[in-house]
């Protein structure tokens, strides 16, 4: 009997334990299953599901041949792992001068993190050999990014810009451009095997990647490396603090190229001061001096205020309001003159007579219409508006001064846009420097064509004004800029630049030449400007015949015929 | 203990009108149980065997597909930088210096150019071409002899 009892006791307890056992497992599975049912699922698909992150190729831009001016290609980055470096300093101190930066600075990198911190982002090749051959295997790594490629090197720097370190356009067009060039990136949900492996057949698509698009510009290869190389060497000859030189079809608006001096490689961008970086023709105003009588001429024929015949006496200088004198360069007298002489010998006196027949109202007026104190609208950051003041407050001789270009602000893009508006019917166009946006595909998304702003003055007029700068080059002070073979329009400037301290320093100018060839069917209007060039100064004597080097090879470039000459000579 | 035999025996008579079976039945009763359970097997795990051997030949071409991406990516890595390598090499500033350096050339001074001046003919000095209408023998001649003349150009 004690025996049974002992026997079902213990199979009690069996039974006990079991139930105990059982109910355990099951407690455990309601709590894995159901309470922390939707935490777990979430662990575990962050475990197994990897969100793959597709990166958007960032799109090229091309000159307007098709050439490649920014192009996409790897770099390696350096990161480092802070919680396998068992000294930091002894760490920073080895590798800093690798990365030319101070140990200081990678130890403050190296507080940022504990499993990851970058060290250095798109090294050269030889940076990362350097560090790679430290042998620090678990202290650094290394992952290959994308990195902007120029591979011009300083070619057009001004207009393409640059990227930065997460390839985002910090300056040029790649800022500009920068949403339609970025693209947008994709993503993919994965599982991954225990090895980590993706899944392929697992891959599902959430949203697929959008390359950015290819950028094809106005800007030409060859007439860009012409001016550049022209420049570079006017600079040299002049000694001048800096220059530029614009190219344009003035017909349709296209900046064929913007040599910009000095220079810098937008490779490496970061070795150049930023007030390099700028594209000052866009970006900065100066005063044009006598670049913009052409503007005034125009205005004053178009008012009817004067005509071609009228005569105005040039006595070396003219009392105006408020007790200044206006006074012509060298002191010269040019006697009885017409528009046609005013501006052939770029008279102040002359131009300050016309000015002040027109008045302040009209001349504003005119002056607005050409574009001159509004954004031009191209296609670069950072464009200036220019300083033209409203006629009311033009105080004492502005109006005669702002007739030869002084005591009113352009930028230089402007000033060429205005310009070339005679040699476009007297229509004003919008200057750009993108011409096709292509998407992935290569489908054409947009393409910019000649956009007419306004008409500005008549075809009349500007025929007439056109001719007039003819004659400058033909016989005024312009004539350092002809060229074999074609007739060239032009007016030279000689502008004096704003002393810090008041007025015009008597020292400091700034010498440009704007032309326009052929004049018959222009196809080029280009604006040489150097800033405080040395010893030579005039704009007839160092700009205009640097602006004949620039037409004269671009036209044999463009294969515009030479046949123009003798027309003009015959006509004559 | 002795255990009583049966007093009963069964045999079995095949009735008139029934089907008989004994043929099949000693088939049947000749299988061994361990082939039947063999068999069972078998048509249970087929199936299952199907089904891994597939998943596992679905998990080896995804990684062969991994592995090519790689490779397009690397490949497409190869062209980008190709391609940065062919525009810098067309650089106009490098050939001007191999042009100017290494083979000795030079830029054309404008004197050393002659421009050939072409003349803009005018639409009023354009004189038109005379063509004589071919006369009737002429016609006749072309017509029986040379009638390939007459597709061919004046």
Known sequence: MDHDRLIKRRLLWLFCLYFLLWAGIFVRLVDLQVLRAGELQQLASQQKFITLRIEASRGRILDRQGRELAVNGEAPSIYAVPRNIEDPKAFAETVAPILKVSPRAVLERLRQGEYFVWLARRVSAETAGRMERLGLKNEIGFLRESRRVYPKGSLAAHILGFTGVDNQGLSGIELFYDHILRGQPGEAIAERDGRGRILVETQRLVKAPVDGATLILTMDEVIQYISERELDAAIKRTGAKRGAILAMDPQSGEILAMAVWPRYNPNFYERASPEVWAPWPVTEVYEPGSTLKPVLAASALEAKVITPESVFICQGSLPVEGGYVIRDALGKRHGAQRIREILKNSCNVGAAQVATKLGKEAYYTYLRKFGFGNPTGIDLP??????????????????????????????????????????????????????????????????????????????????????????????????????????????????????????????????????????????????????????????????????????????????????????????? | MIAIGSRTQVYPVLLPGAREETHYRTRRAKRRPEIRFLILLAILLLPALFYVSGHVEMARTGYQISRLREEVALLQRENERLRAKVASLSDPERIAWIATNQLGMIFPAANQVAVVEVPVPLASQAKPVAVRAPTWWEQVQAWFLHPEAQASEP
């Open chain 1, 382 to 572: 950072g464009e200036a508006a220019g300083i033209l003041p409203p006629p009311e407050r033009w105080l004492g001789p502005t109006l005669q001064t702002a007739a030869f270009g002084q005591g009113i602000s352009t930028t230089a893009v402007q000033l060429l846009a205005a310009v070339s508006a005679l040699a476009n019917g007297g229509f004003l166009v919008r200057p750009h420097i993108v011409r096709v946006i292509r998407d992935s595909e290569g489908k054409v998304v947009k393409a910019v064509g000649p956009e007419r702003v306004r008409q500005v003055v008549s075809a009349q007029t500007a025929r007439l004004v056109l001719s007039m700068l003819e004659d400058v080059v033909e016989e005024g002070t312009g004539t350092g800029a002809q060229v074999k073979g074609y007739r060239v329009a032009g007016k030279t400037g000689t502008a004096q630049k704003p002393s810090p301290y008041g007025g015009y320093d008597p020292d400091r100018y700034v010498a440009s030449f704007l032309g326009i060839v052929p004049v018959e069917d222009p196809r080029l209007a280009v604006l040489v400007i150097l800033d405080e060039p040395r010893g030579e100064y005039l704009g007839g004597v160092v700009a205009a015949p640097l602006f004949r080097e620039v037409a004269r090879q671009v036209l044999w470039y463009l294969k515009v015929p030479p046949h123009g000459a003798e027309e003009r000579r015959d006509r004559g």
